[in-house]
């Protein structure tokens, strides 16, 4: 087992825990957001699964990775990474699609075996993690998000599309990801 996918799987269980409540140490911007189109790879899964270390987000990390996807998704927008939570059954506590990709400037052309989803227009939550290791941050800032009111967040989570924005080249041990999580 690589490094990398050892780093995914403690990040896909971290993610994955029960919540904790932590303080919110800067406000929360909300943005008004246009519709954008993400492909990349796909799986339905939950956090009760990813908690128990045999769940499928990590394997889907290391597919990305060992087959190069980044590099077959057509029309890329830019060079960032994106993931994408959405199709919720519920709330975080139920099934939802994790989809690792890129947003792309054309729909046309989506590659056989990739997954192409769409971020609705609307009311976004910005926050940003702490720079660090991926799965420290991460964890953490999810966490917060769970735990926040819908006043402190700056509306009720509408359960449709969160993504974060992964920057070029991101080191996972020195990461800092932007979170946009949907808002009613």
Known sequence: MTRSLIRLTALAILLAMPRLHY??????????????????LAVRTNNKAEATGQGEIPKLWQRFLQEGTADKIPNRADQNLIVVNTDYE?????EYT??????????DDVPAGLTLKEIPAGSYAVLESEKGPAPVVLPKIWQQIWAMPAKDL??????????????????PQNVQVTLHIGLK
């Open 23 to 40: 303080a919110q140490e800067k406000p929360v911007k909300v943005e008004e957001q246009k519709a954008f189109s993400v492909i990349g």
């Open 90 to 94: 519920s709330d975080h506590t139920g």
């Open 98 to 107: 994790y989809l690792i990709g890129s947003r792309v400037t054309s729909t």
């Open 154 to 171: 700056g509306g009720q989570r509408a359960f449709q599309a969160d993504y974060e924005v992964y920057p070029p080249g991101f080191d």
